[in-house]
């Protein structure tokens, strides 16, 4: 895992220079704390930051091919790379490293910007090629690795974090209207878009292509379901068994490493399924790692101890208190350099500080597995709409919604009428590829109250949820209706949210490379052709996954209910009725006036509500984050702020 950075001179007369490129990567130093390597010449430059895991002797880059006309500095791991470097040495490609980055070099010798379709892995790619003046970016199929790119003055820079951007007082720091109102609905802004005016974020599955001064950005890969009926005569055993070879080779080549890789074990079905593999099907010792909380609500400790039990692992278990979320949270804003609508985050920040306290660089997570196998309860209260609006006057029908959310202190489906009211909206949707998110972006969107009046101006007409069909595939309407929603909430919450402010940030900001097997685009090929019906079986989520892991976790966690990942949100800044100083200086009627975002009055009423301990419902809690995220965001990157200087 590593940080990359770069500059293209595309027009005019102004090549890059070392001590440029050395103001960007440096930026980057918490993503590869052990080496930096540079390459220039005319108009490319190209920088590094290096955390070794793989060859770590003789892997620093850039890597070049034999006559050092191609390039490339890349973030993230080649995981098939052991099986493409025999091929490529038998058809006579002479390497002088172990690494699993020269691979790419060679690859790209033989099959020219397609090589990306033979890797296995994660990546942010940037490659030179001298002889055609073409540089390419290059990122992963799922998004796991961040790049972010913009054009200034006839120059192209790109590098993995904006930050390293913003180290070039040439790029204009301001935050992007359209892009708020975005992740004030969808949670995340919508590709290409970033949170930055005129910094774009490059999708999952897509290169970017600039070729003599021509820029082409091309999707390489995207998840595609079949259309129509999914038919099969294949059993539930059969499916069952092909999904667990599968997994089994995903983890196997996810544990390829020079350093001990650990793995998260969050008590649920998806890190049990992981760490059970690692157990039964590998011999890499068993080095765990856990989060819990001192609120009930949140806490899933007795299920993590009953698998740690059950796997006889070596297990480091992190406490996690509502003041340590108040007090990390300007340091989880600098990393994530995202607007957030949930604290959840902070936690895991602290649990990868734990695992590089420990000697760990590596981790395998189980992020993924619900929008590939179907766990989120947005696919079943989705199913459930579905099924009551076939019957709009039926008292029976809505009923079912009783059986969602057992987890959650106050749930909207335990308010009667009132629940049935709310999973009732937006049936005016039911024909759009969008329907089942209604009810999330209708809630999140309550958040716009708060906006100031500038702010409504500017995205009134620009956010609204069919904004979304920019980014949907045009025959989307064919795929049967759980697909649907898989493909909305892979491109929304997984890609923007969940991987980057969750994932790569939060475990980066400790030098901790995460690695998801359920990610694995084969994977997620497979998936794409199970039937829904073996995904989610009347309401029993992710059943197919369930079934393949028969005998190899406890009973007690296999046939669990899904409970996401969550953390206290507004309660983390608040003790004794008061919020810490910097939290009140943030949101105070001066500071919120000169940033222009939100309504001081409005906020002022909200940050009065969250002192008293009247903030219990989801909208409200996700204003409050998303508000102070944003300022923090401001002070920080707009203004020019460190995240100790905001506190």
Request: glycine share 6%; proline share 5%; hydrophobic share 35%.
């Amino acid at each position: 895992m590593c940080g990359i950075s770069g500059i293209l001179n595309i027009r005019g007369n102004n090549s890059p220079r070392r001590n440029e490129l050395e103001q960007m990567i440096h930026a980057l130093q918490h993503r590869g704390p052990d080496g930096y390597g540079y390459f220039l010449e005319n108009d490319i430059g190209l920088a590094h930051a290096r955390l070794s895991i793989i060859d770590l002797e003789g892997g620093d880059q850039p890597i070049h091919n034999e006559d050092e006309s191609v390039q490339v500095v890349f973030n993230g791991e080649i995981f098939n790379f052991l099986e493409l470097r025999e091929e490529l040495q038998r058809r006579g490609h002479r390497f002088y490293t172990h690494s699993d980055t020269e691979v790419i070099v060679h690859l790209y010798e033989e099959h020219g910007k397609d090589f990306v379709r033979h890797l296995v892995g994660q990546f942010a790619i940037a490659l030179w090629d001298r002889r055609r003046e073409r540089l390419l970016l290059i990122r992963d199929r799922a998004g796991i690795r961040p790049l972010f790119y913009t054009t200034v003055a006839g120059r192209l820079y790109f590098a993995s974090e904006v930050k390293s951007l913003f180290t070039q007082d040439i790029i204009p720091r301001r935050l992007d209207p359209v892009a708020l109102g975005e992740v004030f609905t969808f949670w995340s802004t919508l590709e290409p878009h970033s949170l930055f005016e005129g910094i774009e974020s490059l999708p999952p599955g897509h290169m970017l292509d600039i070729e003599q001064g021509h820029v082409r950005s091309s999707r390489y890969w995207d998840w595609e379901f079949p259309p129509g009926k999914i038919h099969t005569r294949r059993s539930v055993e059969e499916w069952a068994e092909e999904l667990r070879e599968l997994m089994i080779d995903s983890v196997r080549l996810r544990l390829r490493s020079d350093v001990p890789v650990g793995a998260y074990l969050s008590g649920g079905l998806d890190s049990s399924v992981i760490t059970s593999l690692i157990h039964n099907y590998t011999d890499t010792a068993l080095r765990t790692f856990s989060i819990g909380f001192e609120d009930e609500e949140f806490d899933e400790s007795s299920f993590q101890k009953e698998l740690v039990s059950y796997l006889d692992t070596d297990h480091t278990h992190v406490t996690c208190t509502r003041k340590d979320i108040g007090s990390i949270f300007p340091r989880v804003i600098w990393h994530a350099e995202s607007t957030i609508l949930r604290t959840a985050p902070a936690p895991l920040m602290l649990l990868s500080q734990h695992v590089r306290e420990s000697g760990y660089k590596v981790v395998l997570t189980g992020e993924g597995a619900d929008e590939v196998f179907g766990g989120y309860d947005i696919f079943k209260e989705a199913k459930i709409r579905r099924f009551c609006h076939r019957f709009p006057d039926s008292k029976l029908r809505p009923q079912i919604l009783n059986r969602l959310y057992p987890y959650l202190k106050y749930s909207p489906t335990s308010g009667g009428t009132f629940g049935t009211q709310f999973f009732r909206q937006g049936m005016e949707y039911i024909n759009q590829p969008f329907f089942a998110h209604v009810p999330r972006w209708t809630t999140t969107q309550r958040s716009w109250k708060f906006f100031s009046e500038e702010m409504r101006q500017a995205v009134a007409d620009k956010v609204r949820f069919e904004s979304i069909l920019r980014i949907l595939p045009p025959d989307i309407n064919s795929w049967e209706p759980l697909n649907r929603d898989q493909y909305v909430e892979n491109h929304t919450l997984l890609s923007g949210y969940l991987l980057n402010s969750q994932g790569d940030r939060m475990a980066m900001a400790n030098s901790i490379e995460g690695r998801f097997p359920f990610l694995d685009h084969r994977v997620m090929e497979f998936a794409a052709n199970i039937p829904p019906r073996y995904k989610i079986r009347v309401l029993n989520e992710k059943y197919l996954l369930k079934h393949s892991m028969r005998g190899l976790i406890p009973e007690s966690i296999r046939q669990r209910n899904k409970q996401p990942y969550r953390a206290p949100d507004s309660q983390s800044f608040f003790h004794d009725g008061k919020a810490a100083d910097w939290v009140m200086d943030l949101l105070s009627e001066n500071e919120l006036g000169k940033a222009g975002y939100f309504n001081p009055a409005a906020v002022e009423k909200l940050v009065r509500k969250c002192a008293s301990g009247r903030v219990i419902g989801f909208s409200d809690n996700m204003a409050f984050v998303g508000i102070l995220s944003t300022m923090l965001l401001d002070k920080m990157f707009v203004q020019g702020y460190s995240f100790e200087a905001c506190t």
